[in-house]
């Protein structure tokens, strides 16, 4: 079973960057993959960055491919989302998910069985 809490969400303005940070616990916690997913509001949940178990592969949404970076750092059992240039549309909450049904980096979210609560983030204009 893993736990997994975010944090690092807030208000910032349209250009700025923000880091997100989710914390895994649980004994299988560093043999999953694990993504960030968005939901914004009226709007479906969507995968935007997956990394692989050891972290040396990774896979980004075009949506914000080239202003995102995934690491986790399996010491500190951390997964981090590093964002750049936030615009206006990428407001949403933030979700960390791990998943320990494929090895694969799958972005359909049905895949992913473990999920923290969400973090917000607003970018405003």
């Known amino acids: 079973h893993v736990q997994l809490v975010e944090s690092g969400g807030g208000l910032v303005q349209a250009g700025e960057s923000l880091n997100l940070s989710c914390v895994a616990s649980g004994r299988t916690s560093r043999n999953v993959v694990m993504a960030w997913f968005r939901q914004a509001p009226a709007k479906e949940r969507e995968v935007v960055a997956i990394?692989?178990?050891?972290?040396?592969?990774?896979w980004y949404a075009d949506s914000m491919k080239g202003r995102i970076a995934i690491l986790r750092d399996n010491a500190r059992n951390t997964v981090a989302l590093r964002m750049n240039s936030l615009k206006s549309e990428d407001t949403a909450v933030y979700y960390c998910?791990?998943?320990?049904?494929?090895?694969?980096?799958?972005?359909?979210?049905?895949?992913?069985?473990?999920w923290g609560q969400g973090t917000q983030v607003t970018v405003s204009s």
């Open positions: 998910a791990a998943t320990s049904l494929t090895k694969n980096l799958v972005n359909d979210a049905s895949w992913y069985n473990y």
């Open positions: 990394i692989s178990e050891t972290g040396t592969t990774t």
